[in-house]
């Protein structure tokens, strides 16, 4: 069955950096496109990022735009969120997505179990 597990989350102070990675199995990984969603307290889950299953193609949310990189190694079946100058309003659960190709959660046929990211002010 398909997994995918997230890993890097954590405590940062504002203005720091966390890498979060996504390593996932039983799917042709370099034949889906992988995406990265959000969801802080009392929100609903919004889309953070997405990537081709090439890595060639890349979209991000306004919000994160500048500040994070989505990239793949499709020889490790892993997809990273590099988070660059953290802001407190970052602070959420992350979630892996893959299946989709774009911004809207209902495109995603499998998703990961989330990683805490909080960024301190």
């Known amino acids: 069955q398909v997994q995918l597990v997230e890993s890097g989350g954590g405590l940062v102070q504002a203005g720091g950096s966390l890498r979060l990675s996504c390593a996932a199995s039983g799917l042709t990984f370099g034949r889906t496109g992988m995406g990265w969603f959000r969801q802080a307290p009392g929100k609903e889950r919004e889309f953070v990022a997405v990537?081709?299953?090439?890595?060639?193609?890349?979209s991000y949310s306004d919000s994160v735009k500048g500040r994070f990189t989505i990239s793949r190694d499709n020889a490790k079946n892993t997809v990273y969120l590099q988070m660059n100058s953290l802001k407190p309003e970052d602070t959420a659960v992350y979630y892996c997505?893959?299946?989709?190709?774009?911004?809207?959660?209902?495109?995603?046929?499998?998703w990961g179990q989330g990683t805490q990211v909080t960024v301190s002010s």
């Open positions: 990537i081709s299953r090439s890595g060639l193609f890349t």
């Open positions: 997505a893959g299946g989709g190709t774009g911004r809207d959660l209902s495109e995603y046929d499998y």
